[in-house]
């Protein structure tokens, strides 16, 4: 079945970076489009990013372009989000998914704050 393990949240001032990373199983990951999304105590969540699977074209939201980058290693199963620059508004919990599936993993806590 379907699992996602996200990892390398934490806490960080404002300005400083932080390396977000997914690990999928259960799929073959390459073909499909993953995605980071995020939700904020008392908030929506929403789509960060999105990685698609075969050419590796990426989108963002409008507020964190700039500053995240998303990339993928099919090889190893593994996307990331590179977070720089970052904001106390970006303060979520961080999730990653995979197109077509309704599963979520147990999200990772990036809180920026000084």
């Known amino acids: 079945q379907v699992q996602l393990v996200e990892s390398g949240g934490g806490l960080v001032q404002p300005g400083g970076s932080l390396k977000l990373s997914c690990e999928g199983s259960?799929?073959?990951?390459?073909?499909?489009?993953m995605s980071w999304y995020r939700q904020a105590p008392g908030k929506e969540r929403e789509l960060v990013a999105t990685?698609?699977?075969?050419?590796?074209?990426?989108d963002y939201l409008d507020s964190v372009k700039g500053r995240f980058t998303v990339s993928r290693d099919n090889a190893k199963n593994m996307m990331y989000q590179q977070m720089n620059n970052l904001k106390p508004e970006d303060t979520a919990v961080y999730y990653c998914?995979?197109?077509?599936?309704?599963?979520w993993g147990q999200g990772t806590q990036v809180t920026v704050s000084s």
């Open positions: 259960g799929f073959t990951f390459s073909l499909f489009t």
């Open positions: 990685s698609t699977g075969s050419d590796y074209g990426t």
């Open positions: 998914k995979r197109a077509s599936c309704d599963y």
